[in-house]
């Protein structure tokens, strides 16, 4: 079993939408948890970061953490065809090693 | 703020020959520098840490004497591949990690660099 399981996708949906975009992970021990925007041959851009558990919102985009179900998501409001992209989420323990452990990526497609 | 640049974004080589990619941070410090690979569709793969003033710890399977990696100061990290083969055409990130302010534990990525090893 991986660390972290992310549904690759490919998901499609209408100009509008709400999106849901979710990973489970297997290891107690990840407090730090991070969503990831990758456009085609470009790096990945830090969309959203969150310590422990809890709910974020910034503009479109909400991540929610649940460490008792080992789950995070991330949803986007509104969806606009611009969000089409790669969305990988990523994790790490506390402590000093910020190595990251991360999702396959779910492929994104947001239809005008 | 937290940007950090790679050079060159694209590269073409002939086989044998060695390609040095620099990554480095451009307006915060970073004591600590990832890289990474991709291949199409696929996720990142961690290649090594690397950590200023001392030697990179390698991930399994990556080979510390193909992959060559420099951390000479608090802003720049490189990667050599040497003596390059097709096999190790792919797209190359670098991460920096940030240990001030808002920005701390936090990896900022570079662009990426695309190898085509002809």
């Known amino acids: 079993q991986k660390e972290v399981e992310q549904d690759p996708g490919p998901l499609s949906v209408p100009e509008g939408a709400i999106v849901s975009l979710n990973c489970t992970y297997s290891n107690s021990a990840f407090q730090y948890f991070m969503w990831y925007r990758q456009y085609s041959r470009k790096g990945p851009e830090l969309l959203m970061y969150t310590y422990s558990s809890g709910n974020k919102e910034d503009g479109r985009f909400t991540a929610q953490v649940d460490k008792s179900s080992k789950y995070i998501s991330l949803f986007i409001r509104d969806s606009q065809p611009s969000d089409s992209a790669t969305y990988l989420c990523a994790m790490s323990p506390a402590g000093n090693n910020r190595k990251l452990i991360w999702g396959l990526g779910t492929s994104l497609a947001v239809n005008p | 703020g937290a940007v950090v640049s790679q050079h060159p974004s694209w590269v073409i080589c002939k086989s044998g020959t060695s390609v040095k990619i620099e990554c480095r941070s451009l307006?915060?410090?970073?004591?600590?520098m990832f890289w990474y690979r991709q291949f199409p569709k696929q996720s990142l793969m961690l290649m090594a840490t690397s950590n200023e003033g001392s030697k990179a710890t390698y991930e399994q399977g990556v080979e510390k004497d193909k992959f060559l990696i420099n951390h000479a100061s608090l802003t720049l990290s490189t990667l050599t591949v040497t003596s390059a083969h097709p096999e190790d055409s792919s797209f190359y990130i670098c991460?920096?990690?940030?240990?001030?302010?808002?920005?701390?534990?936090?990896?900022?990525f570079g662009p990426g660099t695309r190898l085509t090893v002809l």
């Open positions: 307006d915060f410090q970073a004591t600590t």
């Open positions: 991460s920096a990690h940030s240990t001030s302010g808002a920005s701390y534990n936090e990896q900022f």
